[in-house]
């Protein structure tokens, strides 16, 4: 709390000075003067006084005077007199003037420091209750207007009954609307908390500038991310000069790395076109997609440019779905490219919605797609309705589909390697059996030619000559043992008989069975 000292003795000054200071009361005394007129001289220089001390008796400008003078000027500044026991009828005369509580001379600490901590308590009551006066107006405010913005209305008279909750009157008036929106969305640069107070940050400078204009006067609300500014007056108004120097105010609100847009509608005049006007300001800051961030944009500027018209997304989305199955990012790239070049001015809800319609087609169309977003983080939903720009949602999408082949690419490898490993375990349990490249394929679920081209990928052999070698690394083992007969060795490790074993061994060794047993003894 702020308090101001006036009294004509210094002693009394630096005395009452020295026990508020010394106080556990959070006050600062911003200053002190001699007599009313410096004091009232002194505190016209000060930001704000929440509390003065005065005497009633002083020269030039007696303490009656100055409380008269102050309560013209400062209307929330509390009012404390320092009388003597002789003084009741100035006493009484200063309650009326505007004074909360007086202090007899000479003045008692603990007097001083209750007198002072039950003003404070009743200014922070006074905070409260203006706030809440404040929060309840601006809520009718925020709800009277969006019913006018957003719901149907019958007539003209339902019209003027919603307005009149607010003491709006709109069917003599010119108006326009404008809207506000921070470029950066929360989720990419920004907390969810930080943003939502920048917001308040901008509705508070905004309405402490108009407060201080007389050419127009204005309403706002907070609407999600963005704030609406209805600007109205009873004479014709140029939507470029309010529009700029509000976007300057809006612009001074110091947030590192981030710029805001302001889409500014035409000027109407009549209750009737309410709906228009606020419309033409959506569209106005929607145009920031093409456009670009930081930028204030007026409806006139952008009005016939963002086209309609029906757009094929099939074919592209065919070369899109082969394309990304065979992993190619580069073609991909290009397809959408292409498809940004086609879709290029048409509006941007219908431009986002068909980014989200593409996502949700390659989702059913591409095994793994789904799989693949969720496992990247990409909330696609989010980010499809809230990037900012055209480029920066190009961007976005060839990330996704960049995130998307990679994936799907080593999830694959993952789980060719797991069946061919399955494939390789499988051969070395049955390899005594007649097993065949159809029976291991259908082990391991895979097509029996996608499994051989697999296979030879992976391995480095065909399957035929794999299977060879495990068979003989099998049968040389064997061989060492001069207990087993040869016949039985072929047996053993998958031929019905000794010549189709011999013309496989000599095959793969080079030589045949009894020649290589002869060999190891």
Avoid at 29 to 48: F, I, T
Avoid at 222 to 232: A, G
């Amino acid at each position: 709390m702020n308090v101001f000292i006036a009294d004509d003795d210094e002693i009394i000054r630096k005395g009452l000075r020295s026990i508020i200071e010394k106080s556990n009361l959070n006050c600062t005394v911003v200053g002190e003067a001699s007599d009313g007129e410096l004091a009232l001289q002194y505190m016209e220089e000060c930001d704000k006084v929440d509390l003065l001390i005065t005497d009633i008796r002083m020269p030039i400008m007696d303490g009656l005077e100055l409380i008269k003078r102050v309560k013209e000027r400062y209307l929330l500044t509390k009012v404390i007199v320092l009388s003597g026991y002789d003084e009741f009828v100035y006493i009484r005369n200063a309650f009326i003037d505007g004074a909360v509580d007086y202090l007899l001379k000479p003045i008692n600490k603990n007097d001083l420091i209750e007198v002072v901590k039950r003003t404070q308590d009743a200014l922070e009551i006074d905070a409260k209750e203006k706030n809440n006066r404040k929060e309840g107006h601006q809520l009718i405010v925020a709800n009277t207007l969006k019913q006018i913005f957003h719901t149907p209305v019958k007539n003209k008279e339902e019209q003027e009954k919603i307005l009149s909750k607010i003491s709006l009157n709109l069917d003599k008036s010119y108006y326009f609307v404008m809207i506000c929106r921070i470029d950066n969305f929360y989720k990419q640069k920004m907390e969810r908390m930080e943003y939502e107070g920048a917001l308040d940050t901008i509705y508070s400078k905004i309405e402490d500038k108009v407060e201080t204009i007389e050419t127009f006067q204005m309403m706002q609300y907070i609407n999600n991310t963005e704030i609406v500014y209805l600007i109205y007056s009873d004479d014709k108004i140029n939507t470029r000069i309010i529009s700029e120097e509000i976007y300057a105010v809006i612009c001074s609100v110091g947030i590192e790395d981030t710029t805001y847009t302001l889409g500014v509608g035409n000027v109407y005049y009549g209750i009737q076109n309410t709906k228009i006007a606020y419309h033409e300001a959506q569209k106005a800051a929607d145009a920031r997609f093409y456009l670009g961030k930081n930028h204030r944009i007026e409806y006139n500027e952008i009005d016939k440019k963002i086209i309609d018209f029906n757009y094929n997304l099939e074919p592209s989305l065919n070369k899109l779905v082969q394309n990304i199955v065979l992993y190619d990012y580069i073609a991909s790239k290009r397809i959408m490219d292409q498809i940004f070049i086609d879709l290029c001015y048409i509006d941007s809800a219908k431009f986002r919605k068909h980014m989200r319609d593409m996502i949700d087609l390659l989702i059913l169309q591409v095994k793994d797609f789904q799989e693949a977003i969720l496992c990247c983080a990409h909330d696609y939903v989010f980010f499809l309705d809230n990037i900012n720009t055209y480029n920066e949602l190009k961007t976005y999408m060839n990330h996704i589909i960049k995130d998307v082949i990679e994936f799907i690419k080593n999830e694959r490898e993952k789980r060719s390697k797991i069946r061919i490993e399955l494939a390789k375990k499988y051969i070395s349990e049955n390899y005594k059996d007649n097993i065949t490249l159809n029976d291991v394929a259908e082990h391991v679920e895979l097509n029996a030619s996608y499994f051989s081209n697999l296979f030879k990928t992976e391995v480095g052999t065909n399957f035929s000559d794999y299977l060879l070698e495990v068979r003989m690394q099998v049968a040389r083992k064997l061989l060492r043992d001069p207990i087993i007969k040869v016949y039985e060795i072929g047996c053993m490790v998958g031929y019905e008989d000794a010549v189709s074993f011999g013309r496989a061994f000599k095959k793969k060794v080079g030589m045949s069975p009894k020649e290589y047993r002869n060999t190891v003894y």
